[in-house]
């Protein structure tokens, strides 16, 4: 059983030169960090088309927390140094689709994988094309999809909300980070970080991570 990952970046044909390999260029460095995380060959994520990724991640329950840390690396993107605040409104995102599953094939092209993991993942974004959702999940059971898809539709209405300056906190506390190590980060104070954390949503996604960790473990992730 894993977790497949299967994104496009949103308007992408409408993204300024710089824009675009300022977004790649994070995903490749953020690609690299995430996979030194884990385990030899737990995290596997992929550039494609130039810009979409997928990913196979090995153990389906660190699923949701690996899309949020790529989701916030972009969200978190800006080019001004001016303004104090930092609150500019973002200028990339992604739509995220979450297929847990099994696989059948694995191939050094992730694209060229397959199994039910990779066709929920890739069905699942061909579906969010036509609807107002960036972030979606399913599997063979129809209760957790009903329930997270729920949690994530919450979950998009929070982050559409986000300013850069919102992200970035969200992106360190996902490292786990404390409140004084991410206001040393970013060279903010401490109640600073705090505010945005709460602007942010926090407290919400880090129960709806945990949630998640908790129904992925004891109803598929240890599934025969």
């Known amino acids: 059983m894993i977790a497949v990952l299967t994104a496009d970046l949103i308007d992408s044909s409408l993204y300024e030169e710089k824009v675009l390999k300022q977004?790649?260029?994070?995903?490749?460095?953020?690609?690299?960090?995430?996979?030194?995380?884990y385990e030899s060959n737990e995290v596997?994520?992929?550039?494609?088309?130039?810009?979409?990724?997928?990913?196979?991640?090995?153990?389906?329950?660190n699923a949701l927390k690996i899309a949020l840390q790529i989701k916030t690396a972009i969200n978190r993107i800006h080019f001004k140094e001016t303004v104090k605040s930092k609150a500019?409104?973002?200028?990339?995102?992604?739509?995220i689709a979450i297929g847990i599953g099994e696989q059948d094939l694995e191939r050094e092209a992730?694209?060229?994988?397959?199994g039910p993991a990779f066709q929920y993942s890739g069905r699942t974004l061909d579906e969010m094309k036509s609807e107002h959702r960036k972030t979606k999940l399913k599997t063979d059971v129809e209760e957790i999809n009903n329930e997270f898809n729920t949690s994530l539709f919450l979950l998009d209405t929070i982050t559409d909300k986000w300013s850069t300056a919102s992200a970035e906190v969200v992106y360190y506390l996902l490292k786990d980070l404390k409140e004084r190590e991410v206001a040393a980060a970013i060279n903010i104070s401490q109640s600073a970080v705090n505010q945005r954390k709460k602007a942010a949503g926090w407290d919400a996604i880090s129960v709806l991570l945990d949630r998640y960790r908790d129904v992925i473990i004891n109803n598929?992730?240890?599934k025969k």
């Not at 500019?88 to 739509?95: M, V």
């Not at 992730?110 to 397959?114: D, G, H, T």
């Open 88 to 95: 500019y409104s973002k200028i990339a995102d992604f739509k």
């Open 23 to 37: 977004v790649l260029d994070t995903l490749k460095q953020e690609f690299k960090g995430i996979t030194n995380e």
């Open 220 to 222: 598929l992730a240890n």
């Open 44 to 61: 596997r994520l992929q550039i494609y088309r130039g810009d979409s990724f997928q990913g196979i991640i090995k153990s389906p329950e």
């Open 110 to 114: 992730i694209s060229e994988s397959n």
